[in-house]
């Protein structure tokens, strides 16, 4: 590619292009035909090897699927990302299929909107994101990463800050099969075929089916095991030739997984502690198999919570998700088009522990959860014994069925002028259970995926169970969105705003026992009495809690010489309470501050230059993010307990770097790094007292003299790693690629007061953070055109992850960090060195 000469019209051209230029830069179909044409000039510069740095107003990143197809076959687009810029990623295993934590410029997976064709993924009550129930990665055209803002027309209530998008690909023209089969370390077997049928008809109906099954173990001598089935297809006919188009699309994936293992985070004379101790339990310390061999059917185990049957390799995580998702685009004048993409999505999923169940009746006769308990008034294993020790598995059931429809109409006034106005719906049916079962006595395993169908039943006949709730999350938005050229095409302008409308109609049928998330669920029979024997609890009752909020969305790109552009943007987030959130809060009246928790907002700005000159494009950007009224776990000094609330202002700001540079036909390089700094801006309310808690020298917990408050004050929040850095190099020599891939992760805080971690005896167990750490990953390609098989898609594949078997610790579960120093976490570990090689035929 030649390098752009100093002229204007070269310039304000590439400006232009590179910045609105292709669908693969939005989500929904409103937002590509929106930025699609709004070029009037130029051609779009090419990604280099799958990376491309789109010169929007909005810091913005984008992997195709050359990029995508050099991981292992079946990983998660979550995993894929990793390699962004501002992007941390921890996987629960080496293939993808077992969820992970992600952040992004310091913003967890609860923050960050996850779109798929347009369609919002995050769970409707918690905003949690399921990286292994994504797409099969084959299947991805392209995946865009906003680093710190939405789209206009984002259905979400969880985008505080970053959003990740990613589109399936189009059928193709021509009919095509492709297989793929792969197989590696962890017992792990993966088989995926597509086919496409190519144009059908005249009109260039084209179609593509495609089915994928895998398997694999966790760690080396785990009990956990992942077993996952995915079937997809999309149909699309166009609409003549001036792009319209309607697509139908389907996606269906089945998981049934064990838990990832995690444990206590110890890392100080880890090796003397036995495995099987009921004071330590596991503890990470290295790659030592026998630190991770559990037997799931060990019944007498004095820790249920670490080892034997209770450990989490011995509990089912399944899942069932499914979604139907429509695309359109309807020219209805020269000027004037429509968009529609209306989805519908079904998830059954559910996970928890094992505890005991008593087969006699509770406090005043009462059956059900009642104080922590379960009981059940019968002998439910016909045994002829009224057991008080029942081993039962008490997993949290949720079913969930959504639909949900993004329209928007462009109108293209003029050349340099044009406007698009927009409408999105969301509705979440969210039904949350907790039924009880039993365990298989032989394995330890439940005896169902689902405790749901195998319920064990209290005397009256009523499924026993741990939480009974029904909630509805519901969202009607408007949007608008307006783009202006001016100076001659040198100046390039976005505003857009949405005014997101949230109702949230949750009711309970059990009692809130604390503001933590404590329920006692008695048979429906015994509510009146148990009502009456604890009248401060939080009955049964319906609540309707309504946020809104107008969101502006504004920024700019200034074409600059030599084919560099300066850009700025400015947007407001919003996260509104999530349902477990509003739960808790039905402990306290709905007119109190705890029982009517503010919604979290957040002001993001982003500024920086780019370059793109011949075979070598580059990005650096500044960014800065207020949060207000973060929402947190705090104490309650008057109630003495926990719960859900807004802690006030929490500040972030950084930069992130990007380049990619083909050197020549053979060799290219790929580069980035990212700078993260939080501060919290205040000291947070730990409970009552006159003195201050100090150990070792360090204030733990300081006193007013009628309170404690955590000493949080101008440290950095938990868990995210300080920089990130990393680099890909590829070599190409046909028929043979070589992919080496870098990724460096700075240190993380183990708790927000930034310092050593304590136990309970007062012992220092860590130090204040977890120490940075490099993974190195290799992919090694043959292309098959040797062996006749023109396609690209026809190659040999070796995958090595973590090639050097760094050992690290991969996140805290949950996304979750302590805030106090006293606060021991539960990690997930690194994934081992995994090679995987691959066949791929296409034809």
């Known amino acids: 590619m030649r390098i752009i000469k100093n002229s204007a019209l070269a310039v304000s051209s590439f400006a232009i292009a590179a910045a609105v230029a292709s669908p693969a830069f939005a989500q929904s179909t409103g937002a590509v035909d929106f930025e699609n044409t709004i070029v009037v000039t130029g051609t779009k510069a090419k990604a280099i090897n799958g990376v491309d740095i789109p010169a929007t107003p909005k810091a913005k990143q984008v992997l195709d699927q050359t990029f995508i197809s050099k991981s292992t076959p079946g990983q998660s687009i979550n995993d894929v990302i990793n390699m962004v810029p501002g992007v941390s990623f921890y996987n629960a295993d080496p293939f993808g299929s077992s969820g992970g934590a992600m952040f992004i410029r310091g913003f967890d997976n609860t923050r960050i909107s996850q779109t798929f064709d347009g369609m919002p993924l995050n769970d409707t009550g918690n905003y ?10 084959e299947l991805i055209e392209q995946v865009n990463v906003n680093l710190g803002s939405t789209d206009v027309d984002s259905p979400t209530a969880a985008a505080s800050g970053s959003t990740v998008n990613y589109r ?63 079937l997809n297809f999309k149909v699309k006919q166009p609409l003549g030739d001036n792009g319209d188009f309607i697509s139908v699309a389907g996606h269906f994936n089945f998981n049934r997984n064990n ?14 502690r036995p495995v099987n101790s009921s004071s330590s339990g596991r503890t990470p310390y290295n790659w030592d198999e026998a630190q991770y061999t559990i037997n799931c059917a060990d019944t007498t185990s004095a820790s249920a919570s670490n080892t034997g049957y209770g450990a989490f390799e011995c509990r089912y995580n399944p899942s069932r998700t499914a979604n139907l998702r429509m695309n359109g685009r309807f020219t209805l004048a020269d000027n004037l088009t429509l968009t529609v993409d209306p989805s519908f999505q079904y998830t059954k999923a559910n996970g928890g522990g094992v505890g005991k169940l008593n087969e006699g009746s509770g406090p005043n006769g009462m059956v059900g959860l009642v104080g922590g308990n379960y009981y059940s008034g019968r002998d439910v294993n016909g045994d002829g014994v009224i057991s008080s020790s029942i081993l039962m598995g008490n997993a949290s059931e949720t079913e969930t069925n959504r639909i949900g429809l993004l329209t928007s109409l462009r109108w293209k006034i003029n050349p340099t002028n044009t406007l698009r106005i927009g409408y999105s719906y969301d509705r979440g049916r969210h039904k949350q259970t907790g039924e009880i079962t039993f365990l298989n006595s032989q394995t330890g395993y439940y005896a169902t995926y689902f405790p749901i169908d195998l319920a064990i039943t209290d005397k009256y006949g009523n499924a026993i169970e741990k939480r009974n709730r029904m909630s509805y999350a519901i969202l009607h938005q408007v949007s608008g969105e307006y783009n202006g050229k001016f100076f001659d095409g040198k100046l390039d302008v ?58 502006p969305n504004v920024g700019f790109t200034v074409a600059l010489a030599q084919g560099a552009s300066l850009y700025a943007n400015y947007s407001k987030g919003l996260q509104v309470p999530g349902t477990d959130t509003l739960y808790n809060a039905f402990f306290y009246p709905v007119t109190s501050s705890y029982g009517s928790p503010k919604a979290e907002t957040s002001d993001n700005f982003d500024v920086g230059l780019r370059m793109r000159a011949g075979r070598l494009s580059a990005s650096l950007g500044g960014w800065y993010t207020m949060f207000y009224d973060k929402i947190s776990q705090i104490y309650n000094q008057d109630t003495q307990t926990s719960l859900y609330t807004n802690l006030g202002k929490v500040e972030k700001y950084g930069f992130d770097a990007t380049m990619t540079w083909q050197v020549d036909e053979h060799f290219s390089i790929y580069a980035f790094g990212s700078y993260n700094k939080s501060r919290i ?66 240190k993380r805080y183990i708790n927000s007061e930034n310092l050593p971690v304590y136990n309970s005896s007062n012992v220092q167990v860590n130090p204040a953070s977890l120490p940075a750490y490099t993974t190195v990953d290799l992919s090694a390609r043959m292309k098959l055109a040797i062996a006749g098989l023109k396609s690209d ?19 805290f579960t949950s996304s979750s960090t302590p805030i106090g120093a006293t606060t021991i976490p539960t990690v997930y570990l690194a994934t081992p060195r995994t090679v995987v090689a691959t066949l791929s035929v296409a034809f």
């Open 128 to 137: 949690a994101l399921y990286s292994n129930q994504q797409l099969d990665a």
């Open 494 to 551: 976005l505003a857009g705003v949405r005014a997101p409308f949230f109702k949230r109609n949750l009711t309970t049928f059990c009692f809130a026992t604390n503001g933590t998330g404590g329920y006692d669920c008695p048979s429906p029979q015994d509510q009146a009495a148990y009502a009456v024997a604890n009248p401060t609890y939080g009955a049964p009752q319906q609540r309707i809690y309504n946020y809104s909020k107008v969101l």
């Open 259 to 272: 838990f990832a293992p995690s444990m206590s985070l110890y890392t100080q004379n880890s090796a003397s």
């Open 793 to 811: 898609k026809s190659f040999i594949q070796l995958n090595v992850t973590n090639l050097f078997n760094q050992f690290y610790i991969g996140g």
């Open 168 to 230: 399936s690909r189009d059928p193709l023209d021509k009919a095509q099969v492709m297989a793929v089969g792969s197989a590696g370390d962890l017992s792990y077997k993966r088989g995926f075929i597509s086919v496409d049928t190519g144009n059908i008809t005249n009109s260039g109906l084209k179609a593509w089916f495609a089915a994928s099954v895998s398997s694999n173990r966790f760690l080396p001598n785990t009990g956990g095991k992942v077993a996952k089935q995915q």
């Open 681 to 746: 801006l205040a000291d947070i309310l730990a409970g009552k007292g006159a003195t201050d808690t100090v150990v070792n020298g360090n204030t733990i917990l300081r006193s007013d003299g009628t309170n404690t408050y955590y000493t949080t004050a101008g440290k950095r929040e938990s868990g995210v790693p300080i920089y990130t850095a990393g680099a890909r190099v590829e070599a190409n020599f046909d028929p043979f690629d070589l992919t080496v891939s870098v990724k460096n992760n700075g």
